[in-house]
């Protein structure tokens, strides 16, 4: 293997906490997408048809960009995370979120994407979490000591894009379904 660095050596923040703000049902297709977790499946998934908008004055600074995580930061869904797909439109990240802001010059932010979903990390990021009180919890300080193993970058890139590929096959086949249940 390659290198071992933490979230926050990678991320050019030390992670961030979303916004904490009211949700409400959608009145329209053109209001922002408020990202809460439970608009996350365990595969780092979101159906943004179905997500709802935030009633809250300047939410600029906690929407998504390109190269961020979230991760959940409470309760049976500790360390559920996303990373951001430009395809899902822009979102707004709620409060029992944390995100990192992945650094393209120091690894391939996809492959984080990826490797977050092993069982290897989400084994840790629960472990962190059970301090042996009834709701698990995690902090930013926290994930961002998390330590990810890093091949170097051709290799990043080439698993990243294997992976992309069968993502986006997976992605079709929901819209597909989706289209077909409709």
Same mark, same amino acid.
């Given at each position: 293997m390659g290198n071992v660095k933490t @979230?926050?050596? #990678?991320?050019?923040?030390?992670? !961030?906490?979303?916004?904490?703000?009211?949700?409400?049902?959608? =009145?329209?297709?053109?209001?922002?997408?408020? &990202?809460? #977790? !439970?608009? #996350?499946? $365990? $595969?780092?998934? #979101?159906?943004? =048809?179905?997500?709802? !908008? &935030?009633?809250?004055?300047?939410?600029?600074?906690?929407?998504?960009? $390109?190269?961020?995580?979230?991760?959940?930061? !409470?309760?049976?869904?500790?360390?559920?995370?996303?990373?951001?797909? =430009?395809?899902?439109?822009? /979102?707004?990240?709620?409060?029992? /979120?944390?995100?990192?802001? @992945?650094? $393209?010059n120091k690894v391939y932010p996809k492959y984080i994407k990826y490797y977050c979903q092993t069982q290897k990390c989400k084994g840790w990021i629960e472990n962190m979490a059970s301090d042996g009180s009834t709701r698990p919890n995690i902090n930013a300080k926290q994930l961002g000591s998390m330590k990810i193993e890093l091949p170097d970058y051709s290799h990043q890139k080439a698993i990243a894009d294997k992976l992309s590929v069968i993502d986006d096959k997976i992605r079709i086949n929901r819209q597909i379904n989706a289209n077909l249940a409709a």
């Open positions: @979230l926050s050596e #990678i991320s050019i923040n030390n992670g !961030t906490y979303g916004i904490n703000a009211s949700a409400k049902e959608k =009145s329209s297709n053109h209001e922002i997408n408020y &990202l809460r #977790i !439970t608009d #996350i499946d $365990d $595969d780092g998934n #979101i159906d943004a =048809s179905k997500m709802k !908008t &935030l009633v809250a004055e300047n939410y600029e600074k906690y929407v998504l960009k $390109d190269f961020d995580i979230v991760f959940a930061r !409470t309760g049976n869904s500790v360390g559920k995370n996303y990373y951001y797909n =430009s395809k899902d439109g822009k /979102l707004v990240y709620a409060g029992f /979120l944390i995100k990192f802001s @992945l650094d $393209d």
